[in-house]
Each structure stands twice: as structure tokens, then as C-alpha cells.
């Protein structure tokens, strides 16, 4: 179900919108088959508070294990479960909503966008992608790094005025940011977090809801 909102006006106490990312911009190897991802975040209005969402992680790789590709040995770690990359939250409880409220999060690596190879763009909820894996020492393209990356962002309203009506308990957002957002199809994993999120705005309550209603919020 599918609910379409002007956020100009109808919101007097919007809870959060919450992003969660699985994948990050760019990639370096470093010592011992190591992969590091480097990001930025510009924030002229501070508005949110953002987070890594997992600490250092190693899996266990066997070179028999890999394939090889046009010489390159390559790895599946799709077995290796999902990651939470990036989290961000509002830093305290909106009043009013508006346009350019919600981030723009773009995607790079070494300033060439994404190898998008399913799902569209990397505005969707789902999208499968490629970056280029360089070596540090010498700048070359060492092999390549693909991944499934899925992103959310919720929203509870609290009191409302002026004639709004917004379902209760927590919606996700289809919008700029977050793009062909269906409630079915968005992992449980990540679905279960964006409630954490939300509880961390500060001034969270009158009558706001992390219970998930099931329902998408169309940004107008």
C-alpha cells in the first residue's frame, strides 16, 4: 500500500528518516588481502547524526575456492551474510518536513560513479554493483569488488495539525534518496534495525511509533 504526502505542510512532528547502507564507495587493497573503503559526508545544515555500522571484518578466503575470470582470481562471499555499512539518524525530533530535508547520498569510486549491474541506479532499494580494486603501491587495477547493496529509510509521526493524517507506527520513504522502496522485499535484517534508529532521535514520543505498519510514504 502506497501513501503520497506533500511534506511541506502536513507534519508537526516528524520522528526520523533513517538510511542504512550495506556497501561503501571506494576500495583499496592493503597488507594481506585486506579491503578498505573510504567515504565523506557534507553536511552544510547538520541535521543528522551518522555511524559506521560494523566494526572490522575478516573472512576466512581459500584461493581454491575462487574461480578464475580472464586470469583474475575471484571470490563469492555471498555466503559470508550481509554487512551494515552506513546508519544515520535526524540528531533531534523534525518539526516540519520540507524539500532537501532528506540526504542525497551519492556513490563514487576515485570519482567515477558506480558500475551499476542490476536494479537501475544507486537510488534503489536494491541495486547490484562493481568498483575497481586498485593496489595502493602502484595504482592499478588489482581486480574488482561486487556487491548487493540494500538501503532503507523510515519515518513516525507524532501529533499532527493542520488536517495531516499519517498512518501510525513506522512507514518507509520512496522518494529521492530511496528510490522503488516495496516493504516486502526490503530485508528483514535491515527492517528490524531502522526502528533502533529512530528511538535514537532525541525527543522521540508523543505518540510517535516504531511498530512496523507495513506501509510506504511517497514523497511529493
Not at 570519482?111 to 549491474?117: D, E, I, L
Not at 532499494?125 to 562493481?130: E, L, T
Not at 540494500?150 to 522518494?175: I, K, R, Y
Amino acid at each position: 500500500m502506497k501513501i503520497t504526502h506533500h511534506y511541506k505542510s502536513i507534519i508537526s512532528a516528524l520522528a526520523a528518516l533513517a538510511l542504512f547502507y550495506s556497501a561503501a564507495p571506494r576500495a583499496g587493497i592493503l597488507d594481506g588481502g585486506e579491503i578498505q573503503f573510504h567515504g565523506l559526508v557534507t553536511d552544510e545544515a547538520p541535521k543528522w547524526t551518522w555511524q559506521v555500522g560494523s566494526p572490522d571484518q575478516t573472512w576466512a578466503v581459500d584461493t581454491a575456492d575462487a574461480r578464475t575470470e580472464s586470469g583474475q582470481l575471484v571470490f563469492d562471499l555471498r555466503g559470508k551474510g550481509s554487512l551494515p555499512f552506513l546508519e544515520g539518524h535526524l540528531y533531534e525530533v523534525a518539526e516540519r518536513g520540507g524539500p532537501g530535508f532528506t540526504p542525497f547520498i551519492t556513490f563514487s569510486s576515485n570519482g567515477q560513479p558506480f558500475s551499476v549491474t542490476a536494479g537501475g541506479s544507486t537510488t534503489a532499494q536494491h541495486f547490484r554493483a562493481s568498483v575497481p580494486v586498485r593496489n595502493p603501491e602502484n595504482g592499478h587495477v588489482a581486480g574488482q569488488l561486487s556487491f548487493t547493496l540494500d538501503q532503507g529509510m523510515a519515518v513516525s509521526a507524532g501529533h499532527q495539525e493542520d488536517g495531516a493524517v499519517l498512518p501510525a507506527g513506522m512507514s518507509l520513504v520512496n522518494g529521492q534518496s530511496v528510490s522503488g522502496v516495496q516493504a516486502g522485499t526490503l530485508p528483514q535484517w535491515l527492517k528490524s534495525r531502522l526502528p533502533s534508529l529512530l528511538m535514537l532521535n532525541r525527543g522521540f514520543g508523543n505518540g510517535m511509533s516504531t511498530a512496523d505498519n507495513g506501509q510506504v510514504i511517497s514523497q511529493g
